[in-house]
Nanobody, 113 residues
């Protein structure tokens, strides 16, 4: 199973970016899918998660700004990021829980002030 991310980039504060993460390989379905991020010199932290049934959970620091969604048929998870702040600058990693936890390769998000 491979997770391939896309959609990172650079944006000014207040802007928006959309990330996607598509899974390929032989797997029937995933349980939880979600996103972590890691800023330079900091530990990796959870950003948002979504269960297979569509229940979402968000870190406090992104509530009201980020939206997670998923398409189970496409085995894809998305992260819509609005009102971005410089503090959101990080490498964003998607993951998917199946027989084990699978990780994407990471995509850089840079927010300038």
């Amino acid at each position: 199973v491979q997770l391939v991310e896309s959609g990172g980039g650079s944006v000014q504060a207040g802007g928006s970016l959309s990330l996607s993460c598509a899974a390929s390989g032989i797997i029937f379905s995933f349980n939880v899918m979600g996103w972590y991020r890691q800023a330079p010199g900091k530990q990796r932290e959870s950003v948002a998660t979504m269960s297979r049934s569509g229940r979402a959970n968000y870190a406090e620091f992104v509530k009201g700004r980020f939206t997670i969604s998923r398409d189970n048929a496409k085995k894809t998870v998305y992260l819509q990021m609005n009102s971005l702040e410089p503090e959101d600058t990080a490498v964003y990693y998607c993951y998917a829980d199946g027989t084990q936890r699978f990780w994407g390769q990471g995509t850089q998000v840079t927010v300038s002030s």
